[in-house]
């Protein structure tokens, strides 16, 4: 069965660190971009980074760049987003997504999502 998978989410205090995984399933995660959404409470889902197949370019949101890296080892079918300087305002459901096509950083560019991950930054 196709899909992907996120882990590493949890509780961490104000400029703690994280790192998130999402593995791939059924299918192979270097022949697609792979993005990072989230979701705050009570908000919509926004784009975080992105990365393309080879892991040559990557592109970040303004509110967590040079604070966040994304990152690729196709070898283990996994995308990586490694969270640094965490703020409360980045508390959220963080999603990865298989880019379909269409502008990146939209949701409606993604056909196939994982089920999320709470990242909950607070002290």
């Known amino acids: 069965q196709v899909g992907l998978v996120e882990s590493g989410g949890g509780l961490v205090q104000p400029g703690g660190s994280l790192k998130l995984s999402c593995v791939g399933s059924?299918?192979?995660?270097?022949?697609?971009?792979i993005t990072w959404f989230r979701q705050p409470p009570g908000k919509e889902r926004e784009f975080v980074a992105t990365?393309?197949?080879?892991?040559?370019?990557?592109y970040y949101a303004d509110s967590v760049k040079g604070r966040f890296t994304i990152s690729r080892d196709n070898a283990k079918n996994t995308v990586s987003l490694q969270m640094n300087s965490l703020k409360p305002e980045d508390t959220a459901v963080y999603y990865c997504?298989?880019?379909?096509?269409?502008?990146?950083?939209?949701?409606?560019?993604?056909?196939?999502w994982g089920q999320g991950t709470q990242v909950t930054v607070s002290s």
């Open positions: 997504a298989r880019y379909f096509r269409g502008t990146a950083t939209l949701v409606q560019a993604y056909d196939f």
């Open positions: 059924g299918q192979t995660l270097g022949n697609y971009r």
């Open positions: 990365i393309t197949t080879a892991g040559i370019q990557t």
